[in-house]
């Protein structure tokens, strides 16, 4: 028999179920994070035959886990335990929920008392991502914004977010080129830096038709114990009925609203 025909290629490594799809490294590093998390400690060797990968395989995602802080290894022991990168990640989505809970209350009494739309975003992505929404009480409503995200030069709560940046930040998030939806969206850089710069001024924003023609929009900042931007809550509804009177009385009541939210997450003015 010749050498070639004694040579047997190494038999392919049995992988474990995956979502349809998934990318495979991602899917493993992702259950070594739950392996790891349902057992406290966990070896390389437990971890890959957990897997159904050789050992070899396992070290190399356990390994870019840990060079991104997500796991870290006991010395004494030699196994790898959940890391200190998983409390900043978790901390992002707690800082989230501690917002929502805060501003309920408050947003659904703005509802009422303004009889518009009411909602509560965050920038995330590029883009300002809604999550939380009170209904107003006029017959007319708009949408479900909650779970969308929505272009930040063109809305309100957008130019609120985008007013806690560094001009370089703001620069790096929204590129070069800004979209036009309406005729009146602003697509010049430099104009929206100035209509920002008045929004870090005045403390709120205001947008008519921007983003929808006969869509009125107003926001003010919330902002963290360090007084960070980091979220925007807005009143929004129909141009026609959403006039100056109204807008600026709504103007008064979120700036108001989102100084009473900030304080309860632990922002002090000065």
């Known amino acids: 028999m010749s050498n070639s025909a004694s040579r047997r290629d190494p038999a392919p490594e049995p992988t474990p179920t995956s979502a349809p799809g998934s ?6 590093a ?18 890959a035959k957990e897997l159904g990968v050789h050992k070899s395989t396992a070290s190399r995602i356990v390994s870019t886990l840990e060079a991104r802080g997500l796991v870290e290894q006991d010395q ?34 703005l509802a009422e008392e303004t009889g518009e739309t009411i909602n509560i975003a965050v920038l995330s992505d590029g883009a300002a991502l809604y999550l939380d929404q009170a209904s107003g009480t ?23 977010l985008l007013s806690g940046l560094s001009e370089a ?33 005045r403390g709120s924003s205001v947008v008519i038709d921007e ?12 902002r963290n114990a360090h007084g960070d931007v980091i979220a925007s809550i807005s009143a929004s509804g129909p141009s026609f009925r ?28 000065h």
Not at 23 to 28: A, E, F, M, P
Not at 139 to 153: D, K, T
């Open 23 to 28: 990318v495979q490294s991602v899917d493993r």
């Open 169 to 201: 930040g703001i620069r790096s998030v929204l590129g070069t080129r800004l979209q036009s939806y309406t005729p009146q969206t602003v697509t010049s850089l430099p104009r929206l830096m100035t209509e920002i710069a008045e929004v870090v001024e």
């Open 76 to 109: 004494l022991r030699g196994k790898y335990r959940l890391g200190l990168g998983i409390l900043r990640l978790a901390g992002a989505t707690t800082a989230r929920l501690d917002i929502v809970q805060e501003a309920r209350p408050i947003t659904k009494m």
């Open 30 to 47: 992702v259950t070594i994070l739950e392996i790891i998390a349902r057992t406290g400690l966990a070896g390389v060797t437990e971890i």
């Open 211 to 222: 983003l929808e023609v006969g869509l009125t929009a107003v926001s003010a900042p919330v």
């Open 242 to 269: 959403f006039t100056d009177k109204e807008v600026e009385s709504a103007r008064t009541m979120l700036v108001r609203a989102a100084a009473d939210i900030s304080s309860r997450l632990g922002w002090r003015e």
């Open 138 to 160: 006029s017959s007319v409503q708009s949408h479900n914004w909650v779970g969308q995200r929505i272009p930040l030069h063109a809305t309100s709560n957008g130019k609120v």
